[in-house]
Structures are given as C-alpha cells and as structure tokens.
C-alpha cells in the first residue's frame, strides 16, 4: 500500500520534472561541461601513460559530477515541496490517504529518476571508449554507483531544504549553503591540526565516502553511511512537514 | 432526532500566545448545508482544518461520521495539470485504500456535476477563475466523500461566477451533507439549513436559521405605509398599546412609513385593526429578522 502511494506521487512528479523547461536548460549545461571535460582529459591524458583511462579520465570527470551537482541538486529539489506550500497544493496532498513516507519518497524517487536521466547523458563516453577497446566495466559501474548515491546524498538535503519555505529560491540556497558546509568539514579537520577530529569530520563528508567507489571498492560502511545519510535527511523532512501541526 | 454528520465537542486550539479556537462545540446534520459564519480571524478555517485532520486539536473531540472532501480557501490546482488529469490524480491519492476501479466513472461525474466539460482537457493554469473554483469543488467530489467541505467558496468570483457556484452547492446537497464557510450572510441565507456563528475562536450561535430568528426576536416588528398620521394619533396608539414603540421611517407626501414593534406581546391584529380603523392603512408587513440581523446582535451578545 506505501508503495503504491509513493509511486502515483512519483510518476506524477517525473512527468512534472519533464514537462519543465529547467531539467532541459540543466541537462543542456550539464553536457555542455562534462562534455568539454571529458574532451580535455582526454587530451591530456596522453601524458599520463602509466595510468589508464579510468584514471586519467573517468576519476576527475567523476569527480567534477559530483562538485557540479552541489549546484544542481538544489535546483532540482528546490521546488519539490516549496512550490506545494506556495500554492496551498500541500494540503491535498496532506488530506489524501498518502502518509508522509509516501509523499517524500515519492518526491525523492522523482528526484532520483530526474538525476539518473541527467547522469544518463555521460553513458556515452564509456560507450565511445568501448570502441578504442576500453574494457574496466566493473569500476566504471562502482564509479557510477558511488557519484549516484552521493548525488542521493545532495538531493536529500535538498528536499528538506525544500520543506522548510514557500520560497523556491531560498530552498535553493539553503542547501546549497548546507552541501557547501559539508563539503567543506574536512578542511575544518584539517585546519584544526588534530588528526582524530579531522579523522571524523572526513567520515561525515559524503565525498570522501565516494572516493571508495572510484577506487572500484565497494565497502560496506560506505553503503551503510550513504544509507544513513539519506534516511536521516529524509527524517529531517518528515519532521518539517509534522512541525506544521505545531 | 437527526443523525450527525460531524460533531465538535470542546474543541480548543491554541498556537503559542493566541487561543484560536475556545472550546467550541457544535454539530452538523447528515444531508444538511451547514454554515460556518463570523468575521475575519474568527477561527473558521481553523475548525475545517480540524474537521478534516489537516491540524490537531489542543484538546476536545471531533467525530466525523463518513468520508470527507475539502475545498480549502485557495483551491490546491496544479496549473500545469490538465482538468480531467489533475482530478484523475486526486482521486488516486484519495482512494489508495479503496478496492473498486470506477476511476473513470467517478472523475466524469465530478466534471459533470461540476460543469467542466468544456475544458475538461484545458491546462488548468488557463482557467478563469469561476473555472479554477469549479476545478477546486470537483476535487472534493471526485471521490465521492459523503460531507464536502468548502471553505469561503464564492471569495473572489465575479457575481455570474457566484451564482454559479451558489446553485451547485444546492445541487450537492442532493447527494452530501454540505458544511461553508461564508462572510456573506446573505449566502448563508439562500444556501444554509443551518448556521454556527464564530466570533472570536468562541460559538456565539448555533442551530437552524428559523430556530436562530425565533431566539433572536422576541417581540415584533412590522412596517405600515398609512395616510393620516399624526403625533396626535401616535399618542392614542402607544396610550391604547403600552410597551409598543413607534419609528417613522419616512414620510413621502401624504403618506408615513412607519416601524412599529413590541418587546413581547402580538398586538398584530389589533394594531391592523386600529390602524385601518383610524387612517387609511396603505400596506402593512410582519418583518423577521435576517441572518444579518442575526449576525449583528449575536457578535452584540444581545436579544433584539
């Protein structure tokens, strides 16, 4: 029953997303600069003989996915439930027979699906690769899982961003501003000269959990940290939207 | 004696530093139109968002016989949405606990009931706004609830677009227990078989508006257009009917329109007699009291 209320949502959401001119204006932006990175590493990546594609090219392209969609995923979240609260929808979606966990994974599958299109569009650089005899298809799938989930990570913050205002714009900005935080805990470790606290503030950064996965090593606890990451900024969303009965 | 359809009982809300609603307690009657009236801020919408679960009481109970649908104050439309589509959605989401399939039934019968087939397959952000509010009615249909909740349904239409919406709230009344809530008391008037008066998070008044006139006025009142009037006569007529009170309304010509009342006793007869006995009595009207009378001396806190 959960599952099928959260996915009415979901496909009512997607076609929302699609029928939007801002995923085509990303998705635009989004080729346009993988494509040109992707061209530029691989230039240069005829200097770095000793190493392979994947790591002359795939580990810095993945790398930049992931500093992109700190600027994306807020944008793609941020109307997700600021623009219900705008325009009053909010309460028939509350006085359905939807529960929370409905309504917000439903909006976080319509996310993830949004992501996973735009993701889709790089498909073709392995593809092209493929031709010139490129064969690691086994760490170029971990590379892809780990940028997916942590991407999940940004959109996460993004729909509770989204839960808190009216205002899209604001959303926006609040989890970027929250993203932007956490990707900077790990320097704070750093400049505080201590190692086990930089050791900590390191394991709270969705990134340095991805680093796992570019390395081709799928480590539970970074499945478990990813996991955790998500369900608890998903809390933190239901919590918002249960705070309006206060 | 007749069934609820909802039943509030001392209910309170409060929010941090204001007391929105003060252990109000009312009921509605299955098949009735119920309204829900008082000025600005005086905790209307609040009691629908309690009736329908959108907000929990501090404390109090609140029983609702059957399903419930909702037309909140500014109507939940997503403008990108297609008519037909968008009530295709909201039936989904209402009825997720629901085993039959009559989707396509039901989500026609709401465009029909709602007048909508004309732009059924219209963008719904292309709407006027008489359409918009039709859309937001049909919404609260589609899954066909058993009491349909409209809050301030006429707010903001033209008068063609009021009328519209006056005479399909008649027509669900046929089929629903019927609860608005309305500022306009001459709504009220033509839609309602009965009212609850809200004023200050507090019920002033509750019941049928018949039962609510007969309360309120405890004497009478009629209006006489007469010929012949003159402060001799008006000394004869208060000297023969002690307690009765004379108002001119207006003199045109030779004649005198007059408010005559009593706190208490029905002179009407004698008064009719006298008067055509001692002038030339043109007209003579009972008056009742109007809900804006109603309105006026319930918010007073005083009897007319």
Same mark, same amino acid.
Not at chain 2, 190 to 199: G, K, S
Not at chain 2, 235 to 253: A, C, H, M, T
């Given at each position: 029953?959960?599952?099928?209320?959260?996915?009415?949502?979901?496909?009512?959401?997607?076609?929302?997303?699609?029928?939007?001119?801002?995923?085509?204006?990303?998705?635009?932006?989004?080729?346009?600069?993988?494509?040109?990175?992707?061209?530029?590493?691989?230039?240069?990546?005829?200097?770095?003989?000793?190493?392979?594609?994947?790591?002359?090219?795939?580990?810095?392209?993945?790398?930049?996915?992931?500093?992109?969609?700190?600027?994306?995923?807020?944008?793609?979240?941020?109307?997700?439930?600021?623009?219900?609260?705008?325009?009053?929808?909010?309460?028939?979606?509350?006085?359905?027979?939807?529960?929370?966990?409905?309504?917000?994974?439903?909006?976080?599958?319509?996310?993830?699906?949004?992501?996973?299109?735009?993701?889709?569009?790089?498909?073709?650089?392995?593809?092209?690769?493929?031709?010139?005899?490129?064969?690691?298809?086994?760490?170029?799938?971990?590379?892809?899982?780990?940028?997916?989930?942590?991407?999940?990570?940004?959109?996460?913050?993004?729909?509770?961003?989204?839960?808190?205002?009216?205002?899209?714009?604001?959303?926006?900005?609040?989890?970027?501003?929250?993203?932007?935080?956490?990707?900077?805990?790990?320097?704070?470790?750093?400049?505080?000269?201590?190692?086990?606290?930089?050791?900590?503030?390191?394991?709270?950064?969705?990134?340095?959990?991805?680093?796992?996965?570019?390395?081709?090593?799928?480590?539970?606890?970074?499945?478990?940290?990813?996991?955790?990451?998500?369900?608890?900024?998903?809390?933190?969303?239901?919590?918002?939207?249960?705070?309006?009965?206060? | 004696?007749?069934?609820?359809?909802?039943?509030?009982?001392?209910?309170?809300?409060?929010?941090?530093?204001?007391?929105?609603?003060?252990?109000?307690?009312?009921?509605?009657?299955?098949?009735?139109?119920?309204?829900?009236?008082?000025?600005?801020?005086?905790?209307?919408?609040?009691?629908?968002?309690? #009736?329908?679960? =959108? /907000?929990?009481?501090?404390?109090?109970?609140? *029983? $609702?016989?059957? %399903?419930?649908?909702? !037309?909140? @104050?500014?109507?939940?439309?997503?403008?990108?949405?297609?008519?037909?589509?968008?009530?295709?959605?909201?039936?989904?989401?209402?009825?997720?606990?629901?085993?039959?399939?009559?989707?396509?039934?039901?989500?026609?019968?709401?465009?029909?009931?709602?007048?909508?087939?004309?732009?059924?397959?219209?963008?719904?952000?292309?709407?006027?706004?008489?359409?918009?509010?039709?859309?937001?009615?049909?919404?609260?249909?589609?899954?066909?609830?058993?009491?349909?909740?409209?809050?301030?349904?006429?707010?903001?239409?033209?008068?063609?677009?009021?009328?519209? #919406?006056?005479? =399909? /709230?008649?027509?669900?009344?046929?089929?629903? *227990? $019927?609860?608005? %809530?309305?500022?306009? !008391?001459? @709504?009220?008037?033509?839609?309602?078989?009965?009212?609850?008066?809200?004023?200050?998070?507090?019920?002033?008044?509750?019941?049928?508006?018949?039962?609510?006139?007969?309360?309120?006025?405890?004497?009478?009142?009629?209006?006489?257009?007469?010929?012949?009037?003159?402060?001799?006569?008006?000394?004869?007529?208060?000297?023969?009917?002690?307690?009765?009170?004379?108002?001119?309304?207006?003199?045109?010509?030779?004649?005198?329109?007059?408010?005559?009342?009593?706190?208490?006793?029905?002179?009407?007869?004698?008064?009719?007699?006298?008067?055509?006995?001692?002038?030339?009595? =043109?007209?003579?009207?009972?008056?009742?009291?109007?809900?804006?009378?109603?309105?006026?001396?319930?918010?007073?806190?005083?009897?007319?």
């Amino acid at each position: 029953m959960i599952l099928k209320g959260t996915m009415i949502l979901a496909k009512k959401e997607i076609k929302d997303s699609f029928s939007s001119p801002l995923i085509y204006i990303l998705g635009g932006i989004f080729s346009l600069l993988v494509g040109w990175l992707f061209f530029n590493y691989l230039l240069v990546s005829k200097e770095f003989t000793q190493q392979t594609f994947l790591q002359s090219v795939f580990f810095p392209i993945f790398g930049n996915i992931n500093y992109i969609f700190i600027f994306f995923a807020p944008l793609i979240t941020m109307r997700l439930f600021a623009e219900e609260r705008k325009l009053a929808t909010i309460e028939l979606l509350l006085t359905s027979q939807l529960t929370h966990l409905d309504i917000i994974l439903g909006k976080f599958i319509s996310s993830a699906v949004t992501v996973f299109a735009l993701l889709a569009l790089t498909f073709v650089f392995p593809i092209l690769l493929a031709f010139s005899g490129y064969a690691e298809w086994s760490m170029m799938f971990s590379s892809y899982l780990g940028t997916y989930l942590s991407i999940l990570c940004f959109l996460s913050v993004g729909l509770f961003a989204s839960s808190l205002t009216q205002n899209q714009l604001i959303a926006a900005l609040l989890a970027f501003s929250l993203l932007l935080g956490m990707m900077f805990l790990p320097l704070s470790g750093t400049v505080l000269n201590n190692y086990l606290v930089a050791q900590i503030l390191q394991y709270f950064s969705v990134l340095f959990h991805t680093e796992g996965f570019l390395l081709g090593s799928l480590k539970s606890y970074d499945f478990v940290y990813m996991f955790s990451f998500i369900g608890f900024f998903l809390y933190l969303t239901h919590l918002s939207l249960e705070s309006r009965k206060w | 004696m007749t069934e609820s359809a909802i039943e509030l009982f001392n209910i309170k809300k409060d929010y941090p530093g204001v007391v929105a609603l003060d252990n109000i307690s009312f009921k509605v009657k299955k098949g009735s139109v119920h309204g829900l009236l008082g000025p600005n801020g005086a905790g209307k919408s609040t009691t629908m968002k309690l #009736i329908v679960g =959108l /907000i929990p009481p501090t404390s109090g109970q609140i *029983t $609702v016989s059957s %399903s419930i649908g909702i !037309l909140p @104050e500014f109507p939940p439309l997503y403008g990108s949405m297609r008519v037909k589509d968008y009530l295709s959605f909201v039936y989904d989401i209402k009825t997720i606990h629901k085993k039959d399939s009559n989707k396509k039934s039901y989500v026609e019968q709401a465009i029909v009931k709602c007048g909508l087939e004309s732009v059924s397959h219209r963008l719904i952000e292309n709407l006027s706004r008489g359409f918009k509010q039709r859309v937001g009615i049909a919404q609260a249909l589609v899954s066909n609830p058993d009491i349909v909740i409209l809050d301030e349904p006429t707010v903001g239409l033209d008068p063609e677009a009021i009328e519209d #919406i006056r005479n =399909l /709230i008649l027509e669900l009344k046929k089929d629903h *227990t $019927v609860m608005l %809530s309305t500022h306009h !008391l001459h @709504e009220a008037n033509v839609l309602c078989d009965d009212v609850t008066i809200i004023h200050q998070g507090k019920v002033i008044q509750s019941g049928s508006i018949e039962e609510l006139q007969k309360q309120f006025q405890t004497g009478f009142v009629v209006v006489v257009l007469l010929e012949g009037w003159s402060v001799e006569k008006e000394k004869n007529f208060l000297f023969e009917y002690p307690g009765s009170k004379i108002r001119v309304i207006e003199n045109v010509g030779d004649s005198t329109k007059l408010e005559i009342s009593h706190i208490d006793k029905d002179y009407l007869k004698l008064w009719t007699k006298w008067l055509s006995t001692n002038c030339d009595l =043109l007209s003579f009207e009972k008056i009742n009291l109007t809900l804006e009378d109603i309105f006026k001396s319930a918010i007073k806190g005083e009897k007319r």
